[in-house]
């Protein structure tokens, strides 16, 4: 394949650069919820009740107002298949009902913030932002929350919204330059109300409180915008007082959608199509290089690019999908209704059907690293010489195995759509998120910390049967010899009350100690037993595994 960097023939006049009028982008950030010592019930519980909340949950167009149900909330329902319909939407009948358990998912929304500014360099104009909605997800019995995050603007130019993809959604930031001034993330953001004030704004150029708190807590600092953002959500390795508390489950670059509708399509060069697949971000000086080697992107169009509907023909011509399973993009033509209808068209789509298999997909990988995470934290969790500590262990694995067979059959999926460019874009985005082998492997782990489990369980059940076995033996021996034929050695069946309940507590006393001393004794007594069954051992080594019962080395 030809690696041609740009898409004009040369010797051609170079065409002004493309704009793009319209783009969304759509952050979705997993987080792991930590359990809450004394709180029982679901986590959004806690946050319907946090005193001064900005989180209302959001009664969605299946349960509130018949007539908020439109056209595209149907045509994003039939996109699904009825499993998946059930995940997203719950039960019909049990939503009539009234039913908590409706639908496994809840969605709380926040209206207090109106906008962003952010600024991507330091001397760039600001760029404001309006914000769509933002969005919190929670999953009944999965301790993940997902943040989302939609933003909108109008009028940009290329390299403009490459940097706002390459940098807005970043959870603190990676580095400093010699400046003082954050690498790859946002110079500033602010959070904007209704009336244009400030709410809340970034911190990344703070940089010892950052050094400060991985030095002390071995976790990342979560930047100050974003921890507003999810406020009564606090960082679990934070000392605020919080209704909930989160751990960083993936990577700090969030997962991104964007939808850019733009002048000319087929303008865009190659280079350009990977700058957006890829989210890496402006040119250097607006050239038109690739931004990898040629040879790691020699079948980059195989890899990252759905073309179904780049072309001249059809509702939306010349439309082209991006995806690298940590983006979905999707590129098209500003003058075609059909890319622009809210209702029908792309646009609509881009929200609603692509947004939720996106959020399937992310939210199955973070699910799978919280249980992977919770196996790890029982591990270093136990220590075998206390038996707390074991206990503790095994009720944490046990509560892992249910809670994955749970999460398979309830949120697993390997099709979610007959549509075939929905199904299409699911496959491309669950090989690129590598799924089916992080499923397997966490699925191994935990059957395989089960399987232990089930073994040491066997284990105490078949030391319990030797006990039981030689202490029946060895009890034999005196039984036998007191009882031979009703025997009574001592004939005191007529005498007084006290004096039999002194010879019984003569013979209960011994008795039962030496129960216990031969239980004590059981693993080498069993040892001794299979000696003396043995017909290969000589008298003397009998002799030996009977004098090892009292001097020979501790069993293991």
């Not at 759509?26 to 679901?42: D, H, N, Q």
């Not at 075998?384 to 994955?404: N, T, Y």
């Amino acid at each position: 394949m030809e690696l041609a960097t740009d898409s004009r023939p040369a010797g051609a006049t170079e065409a002004p650069a493309v704009g793009v009028r319209h783009l969304r982008q759509v952050l979705l950030w997993p987080l792991r919820l930590i359990p809450v010592e004394g709180r029982a019930g679901p986590p959004w519980d806690a946050l319907r009740s946090a005193t001064g909340s900005p989180w209302q949950e959001q009664v969605d167009e299946y349960t509130g107002n018949p007539d908020g149900f439109h056209e595209r909330h149907y045509n994003e329902f039939v996109a699904f298949l009825p499993y998946v319909q059930r995940f997203l939407y719950g039960e019909g009948r049990a939503r009539r009902a009234g039913a908590e358990g409706g639908s496994p998912m809840r969605v709380f929304r926040r209206h207090d913030i109106a906008k962003v500014r952010t600024v991507a360099r330091p001397g760039d104009a600001p760029v404001t932002l309006d914000i769509v909605h933002i969005d919190l997800y929670f999953f009944f019995d999965v301790d993940v929350v997902v943040l989302n995050v939609e933003v909108s603007t109008d009028g940009l130019q290329m390299q403009q919204a490459n940097e706002l993809l390459y940098r807005f959604g970043r959870g603190y930031p990676s580095g400093w330059d010699d400046e003082g001034q954050p690498t790859h993330s946002m110079a500033s953001v602010e959070w904007l109300g209704a009336d244009g004030s400030v709410m809340a704004a970034s911190d990344a150029q703070r940089r010892e409180l950052f050094l400060s708190h991985v030095c002390e807590h071995r976790a990342p600092r979560i930047a100050a915008h974003w921890a507003f953002l999810l406020r009564p959500l606090v960082s679990d390795h934070s000392s605020e007082e919080g209704a909930l508390r989160y751990q960083q489950i993936e990577y700090y670059r969030m997962p991104l959608m964007a939808y850019l509708a733009v002048d000319r399509p087929k303008a865009l060069t190659r280079a350009d199509f990977a700058r957006l697949a890829l989210v890496t971000g402006a040119a250097p000086g607006n050239e038109q290089s690739m931004p990898y080697a040629d040879g790691y992107l020699g079948d980059f169009e195989q890899r990252f690019c759905y073309d179904r509907f780049w072309g001249d023909t059809g509702t939306a011509p010349n439309t082209r999908y991006l995806c690298s399973g940590h983006s979905l993009v999707v590129v098209g033509d500003a003058s075609a209704q059909f890319f622009g209808c809210r209702d029908r068209g792309v646009l609509a789509q881009f929200r609603h059907q692509h947004f939720l298999m996106f959020l399937i997909a992310h939210f199955q990988k973070a699910a799978l690293l919280m249980f992977s995470d919770r196996l790890v934290e029982a591990l270093m969790d136990l220590d075998i010489r206390d038996p707390a500590s074991v206990r503790r262990f095994k009720r944490a694995i046990r509560a892992s195995f249910e809670g994955f067979l749970r999460f398979t059959h309830r949120y697993w999926f390997h099709e979610i759509s007959e549509q075939a460019h929905v199904r299409a874009l699911w496959h491309l985005m669950a090989k690129h998120l590598d799924l089916d082998p992080l499923y397997a492997e966490v699925k191994e782990r935990i059957a395989d910390m089960n399987s232990y489990l089930d073994a040491d369980s066997l284990r105490r059940q078949a030391n319990t049967v030797v006990r039981l076995t030689v202490t029946t033996i060895f009890g034999l021996i005196g039984t036998v010899a007191t009882g031979f034929l009703g025997m009574n050695l001592i004939s005191e069946a007529d005498a007084p009350w006290p004096k039999k309940i002194a010879f019984f507590f003569m013979v209960f006393v011994p008795t039962t100690f030496l129960t216990l001393y031969t239980i004590a004794k059981s693993k080498r007594l069993s040892d001794f037993l299979d000696a003396l069954s043995d017909e290969r051992v000589t008298v003397g080594g009998k002799f030996r595994a009977l004098a090892a019962v009292w001097f020979g080395p501790r069993p293991e």
